[in-house]
Structure formats: structure tokens, C-alpha cells
């Protein structure tokens, strides 16, 4: 079975700081992967799908890269905000969609 | 364009009583999912329809869970009796197909039970 592991947990910045949020699996054997973002007590906003055939994608101030024979995926922020402030998660989809725990981001103005 | 639409967003419920959630997936999109998030925790599949199918029902807790997708649009999921442990927030989402597709998600639904 896909384990997905999503560190750290949570993660405190200053505003304006770029920063990494990682997401690594055991399995390379997957189609895509997409990066969501979650604000308390809503659902899951696409931010990003990386197709298999990809290595990164962007949108805007996200870049997210995919590693599949490392089992690594990045989501780089660059110049947080305090609006960026969610819970960020990956998913893959291998035989069906497997999600990380996600990684809590508080911007601090 | 319309996102995937649920409701009700928030359910308040007794235990050993039932409830229903609806979905309305974006126009389109043959893949609808029920998914199942608990607090501090990634979604967990309930169940997976292709068109009217369901092709992957075997996190579904048949005893008291059940789902319906008619005419392969809308679904329903619905829990009879509802136990303690139920409470969760329930997501639904959709994808145009079922391997290279973008995953678009509803606002949830909220079920506490007491």
C-alpha cells in the first residue's frame, strides 16, 4: 500500500520568507500528483497536478516538482503571505488517490 | 463553472439516527468520489463510481453506509444508524476521468452525531 508522509506537520514563517513543503512516498509506481490547500472548515482548492510525465509545474508564486524515482514531491512557496496561511496536502494517484496528512503553514505578518 | 456542490454543510444528528448527504459533481465529470476526513487527518475513500459504477467500495462500511449515483450525475451517500464515531466531515469530488484527472472537491459536509 502507498504510504504518504507529509513533514513537518506544521510549520510557522515570517511574511515575505519563501519556503518548502515536502511530501514523500514509497511507491514510484503512480499516474500524478496534486497538491491541494485547505482553509479550516472547507474542502480541499486544487493548487497544482503534476502528470507523470511532468517534473514540475507553476502557478504563480507556487512551483511544485515531482521526483518519482526519489519518491519525493516540493511545493515551493515564494514570498509567503499571510494569506497563504492553510493546511497544504498531496495526493497521488496510483490504483486510486492516497493523501498525505498535510502540513499546517501560519504566515506571521 | 460550477464547482462540485454538497449538502448539507452541517448535520446535527442523534445516534441511531440516519442521514444523507448529496453531491452534484461538475458537469462533465464521469468520476465522482465520497471521501471521508477526520480531524487533523488526510481524506480516506469511502467509495468511487464511474459513471453509474461503483468500481471501488471496499473502504465502505457496507453495514451502515450506502451510496447511490443515478443517471451517473448526482450520488448520495447515506448512514443508517448513525454511530458516535461517524462524526467526521464527509467530501465529495469529482475528475473528468479516472487516471490523469484533475481531483475537484466540495465544501464537506459536517456530520456530528451525539
Known amino acids: 500500500k502507498q504510504e504518504v508522509t507529509q513533514i513537518p506537520a506544521a510549520l510557522s514563517v515570517p511574511e515575505g520568507e519563501n519556503l518548502v513543503l515536502n511530501c514523500s512516498f514509497t511507491?514510484?509506481?503512480?499516474?500524478?500528483l496534486q497538491w491541494f490547500r485547505q482553509d479550516p472548515g472547507k474542502g480541499l482548492t486544487s493548487l497544482l497536478l503534476i502528470q507523470s510525465s511532468q517534473r514540475e509545474q507553476t502557478s504563480g508564486r507556487l512551483n511544485a516538482s515531482l521526483d518519482k524515482s526519489s519518491g519525493r514531491s516540493t511545493l515551493y512557496i515564494a514570498a509567503s503571505q499571510p494569506g497563504d496561511s492553510a493546511t497544504y496536502l498531496c495526493?497521488?494517484?496510483?490504483?486510486?488517490?492516497?493523501f498525505g496528512t498535510g502540513t499546517s503553514l501560519t504566515v506571521i505578518p | 463553472e460550477a464547482g462540485v456542490v454538497q449538502s448539507p454543510r452541517y448535520k446535527i444528528i442523534e445516534k441511531k439516527q440516519p442521514v444523507a448527504f448529496w453531491c452534484n459533481p461538475i458537469s462533465g465529470h464521469n468520476t465522482l468520489y465520497w471521501y471521508l476526513q477526520n480531524l487533523g487527518q488526510g481524506p480516506e475513500l469511502l467509495i468511487r463510481?464511474?459513471?453509474?459504477?461503483?468500481?471501488?467500495d471496499s473502504q465502505l462500511p457496507k453495514d451502515r453506509f450506502s451510496a447511490e449515483r443515478l443517471k451517473g450525475v448526482d450520488s448520495t451517500l447515506k448512514i443508517q444508524p448513525a454511530e458516535l464515531g461517524d462524526s467526521a466531515v464527509y467530501l465529495c469530488?469529482?475528475?473528468?476521468?479516472?487516471?490523469?484527472?484533475?481531483?475537484?472537491f466540495g465544501e464537506g459536509s459536517r456530520l456530528t452525531v451525539l
Open positions: 463510481y464511474e459513471n453509474e459504477e461503483a468500481v471501488d
Open positions: 511507491d514510484s509506481a503512480i499516474y500524478n
Open positions: 495526493a497521488l494517484w496510483g490504483n486510486q488517490f492516497y
Open positions: 469530488a469529482s475528475s473528468l476521468d479516472d487516471r490523469a484527472g484533475e481531483l475537484f
